[in-house]
Every structure is written in C-alpha cells, then in structure tokens.
C-alpha cells in the first residue's frame, strides 16, 4: 500500500502540461480579449476549451477581478493577452490565482501578443499627467491583421507543446489559416485603397493600428489625454479644426460613449461612425474576418452618407 501511495505521488508530481493528450485532458486556453479568443478558436478548433475574460461591449482597461476570472484562470494551460500594461489593472490580480506556474508571470505559457510585435506610439517619456500612457506603446496590436499571423505562430507553437498529441491538428490549421487569412489581407487592402489619405478623428487611440494599415491619417482624439472623457474646450478646438481640415469622419469603439461624437457631428457635419473594434463588436464580425472586413465597409459606406 505504501508504495503505491509513493507512485501515485511521483506520477503527480512529474504530471506537466505535455502529459495533457496523454491523460486525454483538452486543453484549456484563457483570452483576455475576444480577438484572441477568436484567434485560437481558428487554431484550436473543437481540440480545445477557450474562453474570453471579456467581451466586446467591455473595455478591456478597466476590468474588474472578480472571483469568477480567477475560476476559469485555475485551470488554464495557456493564457494569451494583448500586454502592454491593456491588462495591468486586473491581469496580474487573477493570474496569482493560476494552477500552473506556466501561466503565471514569467511563466511559458503566458502569451503577451505585443511582446512579439512592433507596437507605434511609443511616448518619448513617461508621464502620468499626460493620461493613460503605455510605455510600451500601443497595446490594440489586433487591429493590424498582419499582427495576427505572428501570434498564430506563437499560440501554434505553445498549443503544440502543451499537446503533443494534437501538435499536427495545430500545425496543419495554422498553415490553413495563414494562407487563407493572408489572401484576405490583400483583398482587403485593395477594397480599403479609397481610404488612404482620409483624415479621421477617433475618441482613443485603440484604432491607430487599423488606421495605420489603411494609410488613413488620424487627425485627432476626441479624448484630451489618453483615458480622459472630452472637454468642452477640446471638443471646441477639433470644431474649429474641422474648419480648416476635411475631416472624413468621426468614430468610436462600442464600449464608448457616442455622445462626443455626436455633438462633433451636430456642429461639423461630419459623419459619425462606430467601429466593432473588436470580436463581437456588432452583429457582422462575429469572426476575425468578419472585423477587418466590416470595419473597412462601414469607413467605405460614410464617403455614400
């Protein structure tokens, strides 16, 4: 009896993430974002449990840690999220409560997408007063599609050690979807090319990546400082700016306020739009193609409004 009891805890301990097609577990990945779920929905498919911490009706900034996200973290083999400090005021909260040290901080199966990119809008110097400022620039890297080929490589890469047994499955469905995905990329560009040039006023700066890819020039904020709601001063200034420069449109995420963007509306004309930003944004980008190509036909619908 007694070694027996000593095998069971031998075999216990030595138990990894790679035992996981082994003991038949499938694997379970946590999204901090729904673009990342649905990512590794494309990947994954059925081999595995994903699920996202947020939704897209939810700003990802300002989450709170509750007891239901560390649930669903305890039992995480991987866990990918945007970085760039998007996360830190919950992330770190919910990840002390992981089960493996492979998802925690430091850990090898705790992905941050923007470690693996080049993010823009790195600030010159670090300055609170100057409002919700990465250090590390720009943390909404999904809005580039090109950004998300790279991370399909790396959760690939991850899911595959994790799960050895399915490593092939995860291989044959990224090369699937780096074809197929990179073929739209260009479909898009093409249908997107009246875009370039166009000079468009956002609420914050979570668009600058699509607006980047699309060569549209983003002329203004209507957030003074990154994280700070519109000031009637500042609203006046973009109003005056508006004289001068032919602004395109405004437009926002689904979890802002549209009321600044209205009232810029009202004063200018100028068209306001709300862009699904992300996964589940509105009712056409259910999938990852469903967000790139409809926010490209909702910018292309306002040159008809």
Known sequence: MKKIFL??????????AADLSAAGKTPSIFACEPEWAALATEIAGDRAKTYS????????HYIQAKPGLMAKIRNSDIVICSGAELETGWLPLILRKAGSSKV????ENLIYAADYVE????PARIDRSEGD?????????HL??????????????????ADPGNAEFYSKSNKTFQKNFSAKIKEWEKKAAPLAGKNIITNHKNMSY?????????????EPKPGIPATSKHLAGLKDMAKTEKIYAVVYAPFES?????????????????????VGGNAQSKTLYGLYENSIDILLEAADK
């Open 258 to 278: 549209p009321r600044a963007a209205k009232w810029l509306s009202r004063q200018t004309g100028i068209k306001y739009l709300m862009l699904p930003y992300t």
């Open 144 to 161: 580039n599609p090109y950004n998300m080929l790279k991370i399909a490589d790396i959760l690939t890469e991850k899911l595959s050690a």
């Open 210 to 222: 699509l607006f980047s890819w699309l060569k549209i020039k983003t002329a203004g904020t209507l």
């Open 119 to 122: 993010t823009i809008e790195k």
């Open 104 to 107: 925690q901080e430091g850990g």
């Open 133 to 141: 400022v990465h250090p590390e620039g720009n943390p909404h890297i």
């Open 7 to 16: 095998f069971f805890i031998f075999t216990a301990a030595g138990f990894s």
């Open 53 to 60: 911490a947020t939704a897209a009706a939810q700003d990802a």
